[in-house]
């Protein structure tokens, strides 16, 4: 209850803080330049110069400190050792490189990232495409839709109950081995088995994407014009070239956008692996490892920033991407 | 394709089929978890959840009475006795490790010359022998029985009354709701400064929001950490809701930035006319006008702040006290991975709140990915 009250407390200060700053501020502004008298003209001609900044203010100050702060001062933290006492240059880096866990966990990464976005797209292709004019369809796309609402440890939890191991002989608990066994094989501990545990993680993460990828190609699939379609048709196009050849070619611009949205999201997992496996059984990815040097044990800042760096530098071409297209749009 | 549709029925149904396997395909995980919820400890761990509907099968065996045992009836000895506990129903049964389930209830098997053994279905068993027993050792018999399908929402009551869970809900609760609030406050004046104002640097700084939106969180837990400490605000709330309010600020104001550029630019230029200032703009027009965008955002942050282990993690600690059910759920994971009900009950709990969520507002949610998403498509 008290907690409630702290919150409830919290919302009201936090929302009555900020009307006060936007308020208070645009009132002080008015005072000092007020819009009327001799210098009118003047006054709102600098006044309209400010407010912007005023608008502006807090969230510039959250972003800078929450943002952009961060990963100068990570880029700084990581050319010193792991207390932060002595500059090394670049020797975190160097030792990164000869690092047989980070060298696995860069492998995984790249593995995810072949993986996922194009399993998620794929999916979220065909369930679009396959709902698309269905009586049930929005009931369906609901369904595959829903599991993005599942947070990442849920996911975990749900997941556990399908690669769960018993002893072969035994009633299986896990559907994935109750399924092996019921085609003859022997169950596996599928999360210990090497490159298969991979495979399984991302299939988690597959799960979860695969709804948001319909969403938005079913959108773009849909807006795609009716003649093109129909000409195609009547030309004699089977259902499936019109969808490889006609709709496909024209929503590349979306896959795309899909395809970079998802590349973020495996770049940064870390949830996953870490309630699944925890980076064992090679299964380390960068998240997780930078977690470990941070968190574990006797934190070593220096080389958990330069992980942290390294990540950040992985995501840089997609920044630059979406910048280059924000900006062609914008003119 | 309601033209193609008469002459290719066939293709209808393949396509009705294939939709209704990928989204079978797509809810049997959380089906799983959601039936294993409602199931005790026992039956999640003896069977499957796909198979709790038809009732569990459980083996088990017994020893029957010894020579002790034995009354006479006529002309036989007999041992008599039941070999189930409660109300169980036998389906098979048998006297050999080997082939536990060789007989159906009601069989007779000669054990050995002269004596008889009959189990039948209600689990009694009758050993009759012309000569009296001898043995003192009873004699085994391995039973299969069939419990018909239970559920029962007993875990649920442990669960909510133990106490760890409500805590951590609440927990959860209060980091989430000024998280979600803050930010869309200070986002909707940046973005109306961003969308609708003349200032030089806009350009360049609706870029640099563009460019945020990919930082990994992970880069900011570090220095942050230290930032807090250094300024006195240490682990605890008030740092969480600050840094989900960092990290939520580039998707917050990217998107109602979208949106209240599309807003009509008329009604915006008559207010001006007309004297309104900025402010005044603001509040009574770009705000109702902006609603379907500040709820996609809200919906967004929600659901991202609930379901987010890292940062709290990080941000909060784990004590018992600061625990938020993701970080709960993870200890129960690592710690009781046996007591699977626990494990099944809270998982559901702490994702039925964001299911509940997403179902009601699903159209916000849609609408927003779609603004956040479709560029240049």
């Given amino acids: ?331 | 394709m309601e033209g193609m549709a008469g002459q290719k029925s066939s293709l209808a149904w393949a396509v009705n089929i294939s939709a209704f396997l990928l989204v079978l395909l797509w809810t049997i995980p959380t089906l799983g978890l959601f039936v294993s919820s409602f199931r005790d400890r026992d039956q999640i761990s003896t069977s499957g959840w796909w198979q709790s509907f038809s009732g569990s099968v459980q083996t088990g065996f017994v020893r029957s009475g010894t020579a002790d045992d034995q009354v006479q009836e006529g002309d036989l000895y007999v041992i008599e006795g039941s070999a189930l506990e409660g109300t169980q129903e036998l389906t098979s049964w048998g006297t050999n490790a080997r082939q536990p389930d060789a007989n159906a209830p009601g069989d007779t098997v000669e054990l050995e010359p002269g004596i008889d053994l009959t189990v039948t279905e209600d689990g009694a068993y009758r050993m009759t022998s012309a000569q009296p027993f001898e043995m003192r050792r009873g004699e085994r018999i391995f039973t299969t029985t069939l419990s018909p399908p239970a559920f029962t929402v007993d875990n649920y009551n442990r669960v909510l009354t133990a106490g760890g869970l409500g805590r951590a809900f609440m927990n959860t609760m209060t980091v989430t709701i000024p998280a979600t609030v803050i930010p869309i406050l200070i986002a909707a004046f940046a973005a109306y400064a961003l969308a609708w104002m003349q200032f030089p640097g806009r350009a360049l700084l609706t870029a640099c929001v563009v460019g945020l939106l990919v930082v990994p969180l992970q880069v900011a837990l570090i220095p942050l950490l230290r930032l807090h400490n250094e300024l006195g605000i240490g682990k605890g709330y008030l740092g969480i809701w600050l840094a989900h309010t960092g990290f939520g600020l580039p998707l917050a104001v990217y998107l109602l930035r979208n949106y209240m550029v599309g807003l009509p630019r008329e009604v915006i230029e008559s207010a001006r006319v007309d004297g309104a200032t900025e402010f005044q703009i603001f509040r009574r027009i770009i705000l109702p006008l902006s609603f379907p965008a500040l709820a996609s955002f809200a919906i967004f942050q929600f659901l991202w702040v609930w379901n987010d282990l890292l940062v709290a993690t990080v941000f909060l600690g784990n004590t018992r006290e600061q625990l938020v059910m993701t970080g709960l759920l993870r200890e129960l994971m690592g710690s009781r991975g046996g007591e699977w009900e626990i494990l099944a009950t809270s998982a559901f709990i702490s994702i039925a709140v964001p299911l509940l969520v997403f179902f009601a507002m699903q159209k916000y949610l849609v609408r927003g990915l779609l603004a956040g998403s479709v560029k240049g498509g």
């Fill in chain 1, 1 to 331: 209850m008290e907690l409630l009250w702290l919150a409830v407390s919290t919302i009201a200060i936090g929302v009555f803080g900020c009307v006060a700053w936007f308020w208070g501020s645009n009132w002080l502004l008015d005072r000092i330049y007020p819009p009327r008298g001799a210098r009118a003209g003047d006054n709102i001609r600098r006044a309209n110069q400010i407010r912007p900044w005023l608008f502006l203010g807090p969230a510039i100050l959250f972003l800078s400190t929450y943002l952009v702060y961060p990963v100068l001062d990570s880029f700084w933290r990581s050319l010193f050792n792991s207390n932060g006492s002595q500059f090394v240059g670049l020797d975190n880096y160097v030792w990164l490189v000869n690092d047989g866990k980070f060298r696995e966990s860069m492998l995984n990464n790249m593995a995810w990232l072949l993986v996922v976005p194009a399993l998620s797209t794929l999916f979220g292709l065909l369930a679009a495409q396959l709902t698309d004019r269905l009586k049930w369809g929005n009931i369906g796309k609901s369904l595959i839709f829903m599991p993005m609402a599942i947070s990442f440890v849920g996911a975990g939890v749900i997941w556990k109950f399908i690669y769960e191991y018993r002893a072969s002989g035994e009633t299986q608990i896990g559907l994935l081995n109750w399924i092996v066994t019921q085609l003859g094989g022997e169950p596996q501990i599928w999360l210990t088995l090497p490159m298969w545990n991979n495979l399984l993680l991302m299939i988690v993460l597959v799960w979860i994407q695969t709804g948001f990828a319909m969403v938005i190609l079913s959108a773009a699939l849909r807006g795609i014009p009716e003649e093109t379609i129909e000409a195609a048709i009547l030309d004699g196009a089977s259902p499936l070239q019109v969808f490889f050849k006609i709709k496909v070619p024209q929503i590349m611009g979306t896959i795309a956008v899909v395809w970079t949205t998802i590349t973020i999201v495996v770049l940064k997992v870390f949830d996953i692996v870490f309630v699944m496996t925890n980076g064992q059984w090679g299964t380390q990815v960068l998240a997780n490892l930078m977690y470990d040097w941070m968190f574990r044990g006797t934190p070593d800042y220096g080389r958990g920033s330069a992980i942290a760096i390294v990540l950040m530098i992985l995501v840089t071409p997609i920044m630059v991407w979406n910048i280059y297209n924000a900006r062609k749009e914008v003119r």
